[in-house]
């Protein structure tokens, strides 16, 4: 059996699957935000709750957002700050009593999409995760092209490009920048560029319904973000030219997008 983890910044889910593919079980608990120990916790929970229900052991493997910086062996990039500067995959083995293998969320989406998904059978795949943050993985030929910093694909912390005078210089980012990709295009941040707008409190998805039933202020804020996520996915496009554009993430579920 093998077990399949993915640590969102709302939801952490796992599922299990049989050596031959099948799944088994699959359940979803919601992120303790901003607390790192609670978080190593409650995937370890989630790893014995999983083997109690299947009555096996087995491996693991974890989705994150960000990645392991290869020369200080700690997270970097993580929208889920609270992981940053930490030695998630060793505390992770040190509290289940093995190792793990974990890497970057939209790398393993991109892998997953490229192998029998959305991109099979196409040369070079860039995958999307539209969710509570914006991030990217790259497949060529079937592999992974992650780079020597392990940041290939990261659009999501570019800046928005051909920006209006009412966008710059854009929302700050948790990187330190302002006007990234990302305080545009995840979740929240289409939640707050409505409520920037004037609109009320509402989550991406409220949006997205509140636009689809011919809501006015909803409707623009979908046509800003339809336009920054064109604009913002043409750069991509500029450099690496792929086959084809995997979208995934909760915003993704959005059926305009
Ligand atoms: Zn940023």
């Known amino acids: 059996m093998r ?32 607390d790192y120990s609670a978080t190593v916790n409650l995937v370890v929970a989630m790893v014995a709750e999983v083997e109690t229900r299947a009555g096996a052991a087995a491996s693991i493997g974890l989705g994150t957002p960000g990645s392991i910086d290869p020369v200080s062996g700690l997270m970097k990039n993580s929208n889920s700050t609270a992981l940053n500067g930490r030695p998630l995959d060793r505390d992770l083995a040190a509290a289940l009593g093995r190792d793990i293998s974990m890497a970057n969320d939209a790398d393993c989406f991109t892998v997953s999409e490229g192998h029998d998904g959305g991109g099979a059978g196409a040369e070079v795949v860039f995958g999307v995760i539209l ?18 910093n392990r940041v290939a ?30 305080t545009f295009l995840s979740g929240p941040g289409m939640a707050a560029d409505h409520a920037r707008r ?3 409190p509402m989550s991406a998805a409220e949006i997205a319904a509140a636009a689809a039933a011919g809501e006015e202020a ?16 043409s750069g991509v496009i500029n450099i690496v030219d792929p086959h084809v554009i995997v979208l995934g993430g909760g915003v993704s579920n959005i059926e305009s997008i």
């Open 3 to 34: 077990i399949g983890l993915d640590l969102g910044g709302t939801k952490v889910e796992a599922i299990a699957l049989s050596d031959t593919g099948e799944e088994l079980l699959r359940f979803r608990r919601s992120t303790p935000v901003g």
């Open 131 to 148: 969710g509570t943050g914006v991030g990217g993985g790259l497949v060529v030929n079937g592999r992974l092209v992650s780079g020597p």
């Open 153 to 182: 694909g990261e659009w999501g912390h570019n800046p928005l490009p051909w920006m209006w005078p009412d966008e710059a210089p854009g929302p700050a980012c948790y990187c330190g920048r302002q006007g990234c990709v990302e």
């Open 198 to 200: 004037g609109g009320p």
């Open 218 to 233: 909803a409707s623009v804020t979908m046509d800003r973000y339809h336009d920054r996520l064109a604009r913002a996915l």
